[in-house]
C-alpha cells in the first residue's frame, strides 16, 4: 500500500482509502474517485506540480497534496 | 413554468440555452465557464416559459459559491421542470448527479448529450432501457451541432404536461431502513413546509451535509437524533456516514451504467493523446504555452498593425480638412473634432486588435487549452500564494475584468477569492491590449509591448506575494482538482458567435461612450474647463513626466479604460501621438493605465464580490502599484535610453 503520489506514471492503482476529513472525501467523490476505483496514473507537472490521472474515462489534475491523501495499491 | 438546466461542469448545459435562447450566455471548454445563472423568457414549441441555465455542479452536495448558486435554485421549489443534462462520454460520473437530482421528485428530462463523443470513446448507450430504469425521458443530443434537440423540446412538452416525475432508485436494504426511520420521524417532528421531499432531506443528513444539519439544528431537538442515525450507519459500514451514501450511490451509478451500456470496441487511438503528451509535457509543455502566447501576440498585432497604419492616416486627413472647412476656434470645429476622434479612436485604433484578440481567444477557450494552462500553471501559482484554480480569471481577466472578478467564485475560500479578485483586475484586459497595442506596438515597437506584458505578469507575481503578506489567511485550502476535458473542435460559427457577442458589447456599449466622451471633452476643451482638471492632476502628470495635457484622459479612462487612448488622441488633437509625447512618455502613459485604478464596472464587479473594503483595497492598492511602476519606468528609460 502507498499513496497517490507515489504510483509511476502510466501505472494503474485501485483506491483503498480516502484520507482528510469529510470536505476532501465529497470533493474527490465528485469526480468519480472512491475507494474501490481503479486510478491510472497519466503524468506528473514539473517542480511538483499536479498529478494528471484517469478516472471513470475522464481526465482529473490533482494536487500532489491532495494525492498524498489517496491512499492506493498498485495494480500490476 | 421555470425550466432548470442542470447538470455537471462542462457537459453542455449553456450551449443547450444558446440554442434555446439565442447567443445569451458564454460557453467554452471549461470547467465553471458559468458561475451565475442566466434565465431567459422563451417559448419552446409554442409554451412560453422562463428557462435558467445554472452553473454545473458535480453534486448536491455544498460545494463553492457557484455550484451553491446552482444547488439553491433546485433546491428552491421554484423550478417546474429540470433538464438534466448530462456528457454522454462520461455517462457513469455524471449517473451520480442525476440520481440525486430524481431524488428531488421534480418532473426531469435527461438530455444525453455529446454523443459523438461518446461514440469516439466506443460507449454505447442504450437510451430506451436507461429511460425505463429513471423512469424520465432519455433523449441523445449533440448540441453543439443541434443534433436532436427537436426530439428534445418535444419531450420537454409531453414532460411538463404530465408531470412525469422520475424513479428514485433505492440504496442497499439496510441503508434504506435507516432512511425510512428517519424519514418517518422527519415528517413527525420536522414538517418541511412541502418544499423539499422528505428523503432527500433524510439522505443529506445521513451525508452530514452542512447546510441541512445547521438548518435542523436551528430548527429543534433532533439534532442528536440525527447523530445517532449517522453513527448506526457507521457501526454497520466501518466508514463515516458520508462516505457509506457516496458510496453507495456511486455504486449505483456504476450498476446502472453498465446495465445500460456496453464499450463496443476500445477507444481508438486517439491523436488527441498524443497532442496532450507534448502539450502538458515536463517542459515541452511551458514551450509550447509560450509559443502559444508569442504567436498569439503576433496574430494580434500582426493584423492590427496592417489595419490601424493606413486608417490613422485616412482620419488624420479628415480632421485636418475639418479645420480648413469650419475655421479655427469654431464651436463646430471641436464638435465634429470630438466626434470624428471618438468614431477614429473605435474604428482605427480599438476594433483593429479587439477584434483578432477576441476571436483568438474564444478558439483557445473552445478547443480546451485554457485547463491545460491551468495544468501546467498551478505550481508557480501555488509559488505566489493562490490556488492553481485562480488561473482560470486570470485567464478570463485578459479579455474583461468583469467576468474575471465573477469567475473567482469557483474558488472556495473567500480569502482566496479576495486576493484574486484584486489580482485579476491587474492583469490587461482587451480594452488596456488594445492600448498597449495602439500605442507601444505599433508607435514604439512590438518588443516594448511585450515587455510590458511580461512586466505585468511579474507584478501580479509580486503583488500575490505582498497581498499574502498583508492579508494572510490559513492555509486550509485543498490544493487543486480540476477537470481537464477532452479537446474539442467546435463548427467555427460558435467560435464566431461568441466574438461577436464580445465584440458587440463593445460596438454597442463602450463606443458610444467613447465617441461622448470625446465630444464632452472636446466641448471641456472648448469652454476652457479641462484645464482646471489637468492642473488638479498636474501633480501626479508632472512626477510621471507627462504632459499636463494628458490629465483628463487618466480621469476618463476609469470610465472605460478605452477612453484613456481616445482621449489622448483627442487632448493631443492629433492620432499621430509621437510629434508631441515622447517614447518615453508613450511607455510610462502605457504603464500607468495598464496598472491603475479599474474601471467602474470592475469597481462595481469587486464591490459585489468582496464588498465595500475589498473593492477599496484594490483602488489604493492598484493606484500605488501603478504610480511606483510608471515612476520606475520613467528612471529606468532616463538611465538606459532604448531609443
Known amino acids: ?76 | 413554468m421555470r425550466i432548470a438546466l442542470a447538470g455537471q461542469p462542462n457537459c453542455g448545459k449553456s450551449t443547450l440555452f444558446n440554442s434555446i435562447a439565442g447567443y445569451k450566455a458564454i460557453t467554452s471548454n471549461f470547467p465553471g465557464t458559468t458561475v451565475k445563472y442566466t434565465e431567459t423568457k422563451t417559448h419552446i414549441n409554442g409554451l412560453i416559459c422562463t428557462c435558467i441555465d445554472l452553473p454545473g455542479t458535480y453534486s448536491l452536495t455544498s460545494g463553492d459559491p457557484a455550484e451553491l448558486e446552482a444547488r439553491r435554485h433546485l433546491l428552491s421549489g421554484e423550478v417546474d421542470v429540470i433538464i438534466n443534462v448530462v456528457d454522454a462520454s462520461l455517462l457513469c460520473r455524471s449517473l451520480e448527479l442525476t440520481l440525486q437530482l430524481l431524488e428531488l421528485e421534480v418532473p426531469m428530462i435527461l438530455c444525453l448529450n455529446m454523443m459523438d463523443e461518446a461514440q469516439r470513446k466506443g460507449i454505447q448507450i442504450d437510451a430506451q432501457k436507461l429511460s425505463n430504469v429513471l423512469g424520465i425521458p432519455v433523449v441523445p443530443t449533440i448540441t453543439i451541432t443541434g443534433k436532436g434537440l427537436k426530439e428534445l423540446f418535444i419531450e420537454v412538452v409531453s414532460v411538463i404536461e404530465e408531470k412525469k416525475k422520475g424513479q428514485v432508485l433505492k440504496f442497499s436494504k439496510d441503508i434504506e431502513a435507516i432512511i425510512g426511520e428517519l424519514v418517518s420521524i422527519l415528517q413527525m417532528e420536522w414538517p418541511v413546509e412541502g418544499k423539499l421531499p422528505s428523503r432527500f432531506l433524510a439522505v443529506k443528513l445521513l451525508e452530514n451535509d452542512e447546510f441541512f444539519v445547521k438548518e435542523i439544528k436551528e430548527a429543534d431537538h433532533s439534532s442528536n437524533q440525527v447523530r445517532s442515525f449517522q453513527e448506526r450507519l457507521e457501526q454497520i459500514h466501518g466508514v463515516p456516514s458520508d462516505e457509506v451514501i457516496s458510496s453507495e450511490r456511486h455504486a449505483l451509478a456504476m450498476n446502472l451504467f453498465e446495465k445500460v451500456s456496453a464499450v463496443i470496441h476500445p477507444p481508438k487511438k486517439d491523436v488527441r493523446i498524443t497532442i496532450d503528451h507534448w502539450v502538458m509535457h515536463k517542459w515541452v509543455g511551458y514551450l509550447i504555452l509560450a509559443g502559444i502566447f508569442y504567436g498569439f501576440f503576433n496574430f494580434i498585432f500582426g493584423i492590427g498593425g496592417y489595419i490601424e497604419e493606413p486608417l490613422i492616416g485616412l482620419f488624420e486627413g479628415w480632421i485636418g480638412h475639418l479645420e480648413s472647412f469650419f475655421g479655427k476656434d469654431s464651436l463646430s470645429l471641436f464638435l465634429s473634432k470630438g466626434v470624428l476622434q471618438g468614431i477614429a479612436g473605435g474604428i482605427a485604433i480599438v476594433l483593429p486588435y479587439l477584434v483578432p484578440f477576441l476571436i483568438g481567444l474564444s478558439l483557445l477557450e473552445d478547443i480546451g487549452y485554457l485547463p491545460r494552462a491551468a495544468f501546467l500553471m498551478d505550481v508557480f501559482m501555488h509559488r505566489i500564494g493562490l490556488h492553481g484554480k485562480s488561473i482560470i480569471p486570470f485567464i478570463l481577466g485578459y479579455g474583461c475584468s468583469v467576468p474575471a472578478v465573477m469567475a473567482t467564485r469557483i474558488l472556495e475560500f473567500p480569502q482566496h477569492r479576495f486576493m484574486v479578485s484584486i489580482l485579476t483586475t491587474m492583469i490587461p484586459c482587451a480594452a488596456r491590449i488594445t492600448i498597449i497595442f495602439g500605442l507601444v506596438a505599433f508607435f514604439i515597437s512590438p518588443n516594448a509591448a511585450l515587455a510590458i506584458f511580461a512586466l505585468n505578469i511579474l507584478v501580479v507575481a509580486v503583488s500575490g506575494k505582498i497581498l499574502s503578506l498583508l492579508f494572510p489567511y490559513p492555509e486550509a485550502s485543498l490544493g487543486l482538482i480540476l477537470e481537464i476535458p477532452a479537446y474539442q473542435l467546435p463548427p467555427l460559427r460558435n467560435t464566431l458567435k461568441k466574438s461577436w457577442y464580445r465584440i458587440r458589447e463593445f460596438i454597442v456599449i463602450a463606443w458610444p461612450i467613447l465617441i461622448l466622451g470625446s465630444v464632452f471633452l472636446a466641448l471641456m476643451e472648448y469652454a476652457g474647463v479641462e484645464r482646471h482638471i489637468n492642473w488638479a492632476l498636474s501633480p501626479l502628470t508632472h512626477l510621471l513626466g507627462l504632459p499636463t495635457s494628458v490629465g483628463t484622459t487618466l480621469i476618463f479612462g476609469l470610465l472605460r479604460k478605452e477612453l484613456s487612448l481616445i482621449m489622448l488622441t483627442q487632448a493631443l488633437g492629433t492620432t499621430q501621438v509621437l510629434t508631441v509625447m515622447t517614447k518615453t512618455q508613450v511607455m510610462v502613459f502605457t504603464v500607468f493605465v495598464t496598472f491603475y485604478i479599474p474601471c467602474l464596472a470592475t469597481i462595481a464587479a469587486l464591490w459585489k464580490e468582496i464588498g465595500k473594503k475589498g473593492a477599496w483595497v484594490a483602488v489604493l492598492f492598484t493606484l500605488s502599484v501603478a504610480i511606483i511602476l510608471a515612476l520606475m519606468t520613467r528612471i529606468f528609460l532616463g538611465i538606459f535610453p532604448l531609443w
Not at chain 1, 476505483?37 to 499536479?50: E, K, S, V, W
Open chain 1, 1 to 76: 500500500m502507498t499513496t497517490l503520489d507515489q504510483v509511476y506514471e502510466n501505472k494503474k492503482a485501485t483506491v483503498i482509502d480516502i484520507q482528510g476529513g469529510q470536505r476532501i472525501r465529497q470533493r474527490l467523490g465528485q469526480m468519480g474517485i472512491h475507494p474501490g476505483d481503479i486510478i491510472t496514473i497519466l503524468r506528473y507537472g514539473a517542480l511538483r506540480g499536479p498529478i494528471l490521472i484517469e478516472i471513470h474515462s475522464s481526465q482529473v489534475a490533482l494536487g500532489r497534496g491532495i494525492a498524498s491523501k489517496v491512499i492506493v495499491e498498485e495494480m500490476e
